[in-house]
């Protein structure tokens, strides 16, 4: 059977990967979407070869070299936010959510809400609105199957099992690429030097986010959202080989871990063929080879960033959307070097605190309004903050 599916950041890292298993069994699927934003190149080449009925650049101004890249394929162009939404209202058996940051949020309840089972990878959407994530697909009847690689690895080890006998959950950070620098020398630290990551290989801000934990910090909130267990009952490890991706233990004492290589293709391909496990080629460890895994404590003073997060979860309600808002803000400044790099996390801690004083807001119910809402004014407080110099 044929299954139509559609691809939102389709030229991201996350998107390439999914293509890459896609384009190994053409006939298997039907591709209605695809979506990028600036570097439309790549996306008229998937659409062409694809064969996709869209393809939709997120930047207008793109539209007419879009057009030229697709003439004579028979696939659609179109641009801007309304055709990205449109797109995503477009009936499809299974939609890949990957594009990076809250943008991605409302095209995966789009998906949500005609019946999709939506492949996650796009965290920000559990982070910023998980409840209103939940409540869509139990309505609309869809799925919602996570590709975060360490909620994946938990999604796995849940497997047959009963939420209520679960102890804790354990997710793993690699430490990104400072995690052997000295403390002091973290505040010079440039945008190139925290975009190279030891183990994975990702898109810029993912992996900026690695360095600053940032990325554990989101992936903290979505596992508390995604599975509903107490944040009391949420961890993160420092696991320098990034090879077990989360552990699950149960109150019997048994602990579950998923173990595997570093390559976000086994955990695409598990949602592609959920509730089936098929062949995959992704490398198979030799654990003789290895010889060791190693594990440390994940330090809050050098990762302000798993501080603020426990306090989000404590807080609840919007202030993951906050939290994310002025997150992506503070990358924003660091990245155009208008912060440094310790100074993201001072900067989402302003704003926390800030906001949190508005009476109603965090507390306001997670709409798609609300949350928008939420985001604006967290973006413009960090921005604020961010010129202020503060
Ligand atoms: P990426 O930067 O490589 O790709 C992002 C995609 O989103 C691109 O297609 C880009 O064109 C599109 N995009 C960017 N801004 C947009 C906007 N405003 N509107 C519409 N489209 C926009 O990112 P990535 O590393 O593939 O990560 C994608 C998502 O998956 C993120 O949420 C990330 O946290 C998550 N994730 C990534 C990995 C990984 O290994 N890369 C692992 C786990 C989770
Ligand atoms: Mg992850």
Redesign the pocket.
């Known amino acids: 059977m044929t299954r139509a599916i559609s691809i939102?950041?389709?030229?991201?890292?996350?998107?390439q990967n999914t293509i890459d298993l896609i384009a190994r069994d053409p006939d298997a699927y039907r591709v209605v979407a695809l979506?990028?934003?600036?570097?439309v190149s790549q996306l008229a080449f998937d659409a062409r070869r694809l064969g996709a009925e869209v393809a939709v650049t997120?930047d207008e101004a793109q539209l007419p070299a879009l057009r030229d890249a697709l003439a004579g394929s028979g696939v659609q162009a179109a641009a801007g936010r309304a055709a990205?939404l449109e797109a995503a209202d477009r009936p499809a058996d299974w939609v890949m959510s990957?594009?990076?940051?809250a943008?991605?949020l409302e095209p995966g309840l789009r998906a949500l809400r005609q019946g999709a089972a939506l492949a996650l990878?796009?965290?920000?959407s559990m982070v910023c609105a998980g409840r209103l994530m939940l409540e869509t697909a139990k309505a609309h009847g869809a799925t919602i199957l996570p590709?975060?690689?360490e909620h994946s690895a938990v999604f796995q080890a849940l497997i047959g099992e009963d939420i209520a006998t679960v102890e804790r959950i354990v997710i793993t950070a690699s430490g990104g690429a400072f995690r052997d620098w000295p403390l002091e020398a973290l505040a010079n630290a440039t945008p190139e030097e925290a975009a190279t990551h030891p183990n994975?290989d990702?898109?810029?801000?993912?992996t900026i986010d690695s360095a600053s934990m940032f990325?554990k910090a989101?992936e903290l909130i979505e596992t508390r959202e995604f599975f509903g267990v107490d944040p009391s009952q949420i961890e993160a490890v420092v696991h320098p080989e990034s090879l077990i991706h989360a552990l699950v233990g149960f109150r019997d004492g048994a602990l579950m871990a998923h173990v595997g290589p570093p390559d976000?293709r086994h955990a695409i391909g598990f949602a592609l063929h959920y509730p089936e496990r098929r062949d995959l080629p992704v490398a198979r460890l030799d654990l003789a080879a290895l010889g060791s895994l190693t594990f440390r404590k994940a330090c809050e003073v050098r990762w302000p960033a798993l501080r603020l997060a426990r306090e989000v979860m404590q807080a609840g309600g919007l202030a993951g959307a906050v939290f994310n808002a002025a997150k992506e803000e503070a990358l924003d400044g660091f990245i155009a070097r208008r912060i440094g790099f310790t100074r993201m996390a001072g900067v989402v801690e302003d704003v926390l605190s800030g906001l949190s004083a508005q009476s109603g807001l965090i507390d306001a119910a997670i709409t798609l309004d609300n949350v928008h809402h939420a985001d604006h004014l967290a973006r413009q407080t960090a921005r604020e903050i961010i010129a202020g110099g503060a």
């Open positions: 939102f950041g389709a030229t991201g890292s996350i998107g979506s990028g934003a600036r570097n997120a990205l990957c594009i990076v940051g943008a991605g990878a796009n965290k920000e590709v975060d690689s994975w990702m898109g810029q801000r993912i990325n989101l976000m």
